[in-house]
C-alpha cells in the first residue's frame, strides 16, 4: 500500500506505511530522535512497544490501524497512526476514526504530511469525524501535553514537545476535551469532612485488597464496575474481556494485592482502585532496554521499595452512587488505602489521572484533599 503520489508533500519529504519488521523497529525508535534533547522524556520499554502493536493486543480484535514514518532526505523525522475501532463506531457513529502515535520535529510541512496522510486512509473507511492522539483508544495513552512540560511523565502517561498542540491547530483541528493529571503527597491529613463521612457510613462500608487467589473473577469484576462507573463520561469505550484480562496480567505481575482497593457496600463490591509504583523511574536509568541487566535493576527497585512516586491509572464508583454523599466516601476510602499503603513502602507523592475537565465531583474531592492540577493534556477533534 503505497498513497505518497496522491499528497501534496513538499520536495525532500516522503511517507511510508509500515508494513515490515524493520519498518516498525524504525517507528518504534522514532522518539528517541524527536526527544533526544528532552531530560523530561522517559524512554518506553522497546519490547513492550513491539507488544503493544502486534496482534498479540486485543485492541485489534475490534479495530483495524495503519502506521506510516515521515522521512526528509531519507531520514526518519516523524511518524503517525490512524486507527478504526468498532466498539466506539457503535457507541458514537459509523463515521467517526482516530490518529494516534503522533511524534515530529518542529517543521510544519512533516507535520501536514503526516495528519494528511492519516486522514486519507480514515476518508477511505468512511469517517468524517477524526479525534485524537489515541494510542490506539480513550483506554490507552491519549492526548497531546499543553501544561507541564518540566516534569516527567509518570507511568502509562504520554509526554510531548511544546510544538505538537501548534501544530495540530494548524491543520486545521480544534480541542475537543482536556484531560488532567494531579499530584499529591501521601502525608496529608483527611479533611475533617471526609472523616466526618467515613465514620458515618463505616458500618457499610468494607475496604479490602485484591484477592489474589481468586485472580480471574476478581478482575472481571473490576472490569464490570470500571465499565458500569465510567458508561456515561465523556468518550466512554467499554473495556472488553480481553483488554482488561490483559491488563490485568500486567498488575498480577507488578503489584501487590494491597495496591488495587475494593470497596463493598453491604457486602457488594461497589468501586475499587489501581495504584501503580512509579515504573518510569526506573525505565528513565533502562534507555527502553531491560537486556542484559535492566530488568535485575527494576526486579530489585520493586521489591526493595526504592520507588518514591506512584500513579493512581484506574478508579471507579458504581453509576447508582455517583453524586451522593456515600459516593464521595467510596471514592475517597478507595484513594486513601492504597495512599496509606503506598507511604508505608515509601511512596511520598502521587498522581492522578487522568481527570475529566469537566468531572467536577473527583475534582471537589481532590482539591478538598490538598492535590493539585500540574499536567493537563488536550484530544483534538477535525471534521473531513
Known amino acids: 500500500m503505497n498513497e505518497k503520489s496522491n499528497l501534496p508533500i513538499s520536495a525532500g519529504i516522503t511517507i511510508h506505511p509500515v508494513s515490515s519488521r524493520h519498518e516498525m523497529k524504525t517507528f518504534i525508535d522514532i522518539p528517541w530522535h524527536i526527544y533526544a534533547d528532552d531530560p523530561m522524556w522517559v524512554p518506553p520499554l522497546r519490547l513492550e512497544r513491539r507488544l503493544h502493536f502486534s496482534k498479540l493486543n486485543p485492541f485489534f480484535k475490534h479495530a483495524e490501524w495503519q502506521a506510516w514514518i515521515a522521512y526528509r532526505d531519507n531520514l526518519p523525522v516523524g511518524r503517525i497512526s490512524a486507527q478504526i475501532d468498532q466498539l466506539h463506531r457503535q457507541r458514537y457513529g459509523e463515521d467517526t476514526g482516530h490518529f494516534g502515535l503522533l511524534e515530529s520535529i518542529d517543521d510544519k510541512e512533516v507535520f501536514a504530511a503526516l495528519t494528511y496522510t492519516a486522514e486519507a486512509w480514515l476518508a477511505e473507511r468512511n469517517t468524517k469525524h477524526v479525534s485524537g492522539p489515541f494510542n490506539f483508544s480513550i483506554n490507552q495513552e491519549c492526548g497531546v501535553l499543553v501544561e507541564g512540560f518540566d516534569t516527567p511523565p509518570t507511568v502509562m502517561m504520554p509526554h510531548s514537545p511544546k510544538w505538537y498542540g501548534r501544530l495540530i491547530e494548524e491543520q486545521g483541528y480544534q480541542p475537543l476535551k482536556d484531560l488532567l493529571a494531579y499530584w499529591i503527597k501521601l502525608d496529608f491529613e483527611a479533611p475533617r469532612v471526609m472523616q466526618l463521612l467515613v465514620e458515618k457510613f463505616s458500618n457499610r462500608i468494607h475496604l479490602r485488597p485484591l484477592r489474589r487467589n481468586n485472580f480471574k473473577e476478581e478482575i472481571e469484576m473490576l472490569r464490570d464496575i ?9 468518550g466512554f469505550v467499554p473495556f472488553t474481556e480481553a483488554e482488561f484480562s490483559d491488563l490485568g496480567a500486567t498488575f498480577r505481575l507488578l503489584l501487590r494485592d494491597e495496591y488495587i482497593q475494593i470497596a463493598e457496600v453491604d457486602g457488594v463490591p461497589a468501586a475499587f482502585i489501581v495504584g501503580l509504583p512509579n515504573l518510569n523511574e526506573i ?60 507511604f508505608s513502602r515509601g511512596f511520598r507523592e502521587m498522581e492522578l489521572s487522568w481527570v475529566l475537565e469537566d468531572n467536577k465531583t473527583i475534582l471537589g474531592m481532590l482539591d478538598r484533599v490538598g492535590a493539585r492540577m500540574y499536567k493537563r493534556y488536550r484530544l483534538y477533534e477535525k471534521t473531513l
Not at 470500571?226 to 465523556?234: C, G, K, Q, T
Open 226 to 234: 470500571f465499565n458500569d462507573a465510567w458508561s456515561e463520561n465523556w
Open 283 to 342: 525505565f528513565a536509568k533502562l534507555d527502553g532496554s531491560l537486556f542484559p541487566f535492566g530488568w535485575i535493576h527494576m526486579i530489585k527497585q520493586l521489591k526493595y521499595g526504592e520507588i518514591t512516586t506512584g500513579r493512581v491509572p484506574l478508579m471507579g464508583v458504581r453509576k447508582q452512587f455517583q453524586n451522593t454523599p456515600l459516593g464521595i466516601t467510596l471514592a475517597f476510602m478507595v484513594i486513601d488505602a492504597p495512599r496509606k499503603f503506598g
